[in-house]
């Protein structure tokens, strides 16, 4: 299995690259106010939201259990409303049989609702070599496909430019239209819609992702806020769906209860903007929609995670509320990690499916802080996830030297109690009197990593241990 593009085996020059990007840095700070805040307030105004999670949860945890299932009574109700079903194995599978659909029906381009697998399965790259012109329509996934980049977030895939970039993008891609000055936002939308409408009109098959594959129904949902995923579905001739295997639940009614806690996670609405469902091919009667539709439903190492320590990813619903609430994403953006897949959701799933040789910093790009799982609308145990990838890094021998020296190091003390409490009283001794009246160190042999661009506090009265041992317990701590 391969995931495109993935330069996760450059994650450090990368982080160190995006720490240095001023402008990325201001970027990254619209991540608390526009979604993080807004989340919040969300949460607050709707009472039974840890409910609706617990829903969700169960919800996914069933289908899970039946993928095989749920996946066969959605392929029986997609075939019954005029529609197809194709199977893709791998990211190659699932390019080829785009391409054979897309050349089937003679097409010259393809305008694109957002589909993070299709990104997974570097499918623009392909059509593209192919002679075949993808058009993105969602407008942050427009601006970064001028821009000739990758997403950096899972919901706001260009949320690492700021207007002065998008202008200085839309100055000079659309030379037919006026120069606009960043404050004109009115006007850059406008320009946007402008060219887009056009794409849109001469697009012989669109592609969307799908939020949802709906089992009983044979449906497929897509959210947006700006409506390019009824555009995308409705005007071609053809409509294509290229989802994962994970996105079927059994019923239009749990499709609605996960929605309830999608938007209020990722963005803070109560709803998207847009929530298109797409059944089929057209009817007699209907005055619009596909002649054709079909489904590449795309494994890809999906399956494989089934039963596996981390099954539990293949609940994501791609809301992006753990990359908002990460802290290591929140200063290296999503371009760091390398994949697809950023943040605390990346760190996980890059891995899991594209395995630990090219992916072994992700797992280590947390501070297993646990605000991942804290807001994750289905309750995703990632630091557990992390945990688990750590322990693989360090059983393959692909760990770092010194990290494998520093733990086998560690081990040894925690294993003799005695030994481990007169060392860390010892060294809390020592540490202590070396930083002195000030309490803190500016450099540390040892922590300079740290004490580069941060003090170190000393170590302050005893150690955890001797005030247990005490029978202090954390009740009557200060
Ligand atoms: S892991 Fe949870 S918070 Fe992160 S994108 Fe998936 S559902 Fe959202």
Known sequence: MTLHQLTSSRFKQQAAKALEDEVLQDNLVKLKGNFLQRRANARESLPEFDDLRDIAVGIKTHTLEHLDLYLEAFENAVEASGGHVHWAR???????????????????????????????????????????????????????????????????????????????????????????????????????????????????????????????????????????????????????????????????????????????????????????????????????????????LVDNGRSALLGSPTEEILRCIRCGCCLNACPVYGKVGGHAYGSTYSGPVGAVLTPALAGLAETNHLPNASSLCGRCEAVCPMRIPIPKMLRHLREEEARSGRAPAAARNGLSLWAAFAKRPGLYRWATNLAMCVLAGRAGKRGRFASLPGAGAWTRDRDLAAPQGTSFQTRWKKGERPGTWA
Do not use: W
């Not at 059509?127 to 821009?147: F, M, R, W």
């Not at 000739?148 to 895939?157: N, R, V, Y």
């Not at 939020?211 to 001739?237: H, S, W, Y």
């Not at 797409?278 to 209907?286: I, V, Y």
């Open 90 to 296: 791998d990211d190659a599978e699932a390019r080829n049989l785009v391409l054979a659909i897309c050349r089937a029906e003679n097409a010259k381009t393809v305008t694109k609702g957002k589909t993070m697998v299709g990104e997974e399965i570097g499918l623009n790259a392909y059509l593209e070599a192919n002679g075949i012109t993808p058009v993105e329509t969602d407008l942050g996934e427009y601006i970064i496909q001028l821009a000739g980049e990758p997403p950096s977030h899972i919901i706001a895939p260009a949320i690492h430019k700021n207007r002065q970039q998008v202008a200085e993008l839309f100055n000079d891609h659309h030379p037919d239209l006026a120069d606009r000055g960043p404050d004109d936002v009115d006007g850059l939308l406008a320009d946007a819609r402008a060219v887009l409408r056009q794409r849109f009109l001469k697009a012989d098959v669109g592609i969307t992702g799908a939020n949802f594959l709906i089992a009983e129904t044979g449906q497929t949902v897509i959210v947006t806020n700006e409506g390019n995923g009824d555009l995308t579905q409705l005007l071609p001739r053809v409509h294509l769906v290229v989802a994962g295997i994970e996105k079927v639940v059994p019923s239009l009614e749990d499709a609605t209860s996960i929605m309830r806690i999608l938007a209020r996670s990722g963005t803070g609405q109560e709803m998207s903007s847009y929530t298109s469902f797409s059944a089929g091919t057209r009817r007699p009667g209907d005055i619009d929609g596909p002649e054709a539709f079909h489904v590449v």
